[in-house]
């Protein structure tokens, strides 16, 4: 199975070159499956119901998101009624969403299972990723063999911890939320292919996303200010998993497309 994980949707830039190149990534990198962050689709912040319309309709297969999950309360019908999107599989049972989806996928023989946990380290308080995940792989179990982990967290120890604790048991341990892709892509002894943060799709001229002089301005200041998504050198930042019929990952590359002349 060949999968594209592209890492956080950051505001317009980010979600709508996703929803224009959506099609094209698939059909020239031949992929059987197309995962996504939106966390930060709607202006920095959350998710919208009609812009995960838009993603699905475009060619996303699935979505996972992050610390700013709720951020537009609109998507909490979503997040509970959809097969195509999950919530951190470390948050309350009572915070609404699912807690693993099975994604159709045609071209493959078996479907993947989705799975989003969240780090513990400079993060809001969560219950223990291990345990969630202990739980969650023993119901993905029965389905399918082919298991994609989205690690949102903060720090690159956190996210190995995680990743080293999965290695044999999923496909891809893939991080998200620190919007800077790091080059440390690899495939663990047990076959499991690890990459610390695959970045962001958005403007790459900013501060993790948002304009750079307001940013720092409130960084000298202390005075708050809306932080504005940035808009120069728009990329588009993920990971290419191969993974053979058993679910262990054969290869994976950093994935980076610029879009800045467009
Ligand atoms: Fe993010
Ligand atoms: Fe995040």
């Known amino acids: 199975m060949r999968i594209l994980f592209l890492g956080d949707l950051v505001g317009k830039p980010g979600y709508s070159a996703v929803v224009r190149h959506a099609g094209r990534l698939r059909k020239t990198l031949k992929l059987d499956a197309l995962i996504v962050n939106a966390e930060n689709a709607s202006d920095g912040s959350g998710l919208m119901p009609r812009q995960y319309q838009k993603l699905i309709s475009s060619g996303v297969d699935g979505i996972t998101l992050g610390d700013h999950i709720y951020r537009r309360k609109e998507i909490v019908d979503v997040l509970t009624s959809s097969d195509r999107i999950v919530k951190p599989a470390n948050y309350p049972s009572a915070a609404p969403g699912k807690n693993w989806v099975l994604l159709p996928i045609p071209t493959a023989s078996q479907p993947l299972a989705l799975v989003s946990i969240m780090g513990q380290v400079f993060m809001k308080p969560v219950d223990c990723p291990f345990d969630a995940l202990d739980r969650v792989l023993e119901e993905i179990e029965s389905h399918t063999d082919h298991i994609l982990v989205d690690v949102h967290a903060e720090a690159t120890s956190d996210k190995q911890i995680i990743a080293r604790y999965l290695d044999g048991r999923v496909t891809a341990v893939l991080g998200t939320h620190t919007h800077v ?82």
Do not use: K, W
């Open 181 to 262: 892709p790091t080059a440390d892509a690899c495939i663990f002894p047990g076959g499991t292919a690890f990459q610390c943060d695959v970045g962001m799709c958005g403007p790459y001229e900013s501060i993790i996303g948002r304009d750079i002089a307001r940013v720092t301005h409130t960084t000298r200041t202390n005075e708050p200010c809306h932080f504005h998504v940035a808009t120069g050198d728009i990329r588009l930042c993920g990971a290419i998993v191969e993974s053979d019929d058993q679910g262990r990952a054969v290869d994976i590359e950093r994935f980076e497309e610029c879009l800045a002349s467009e």
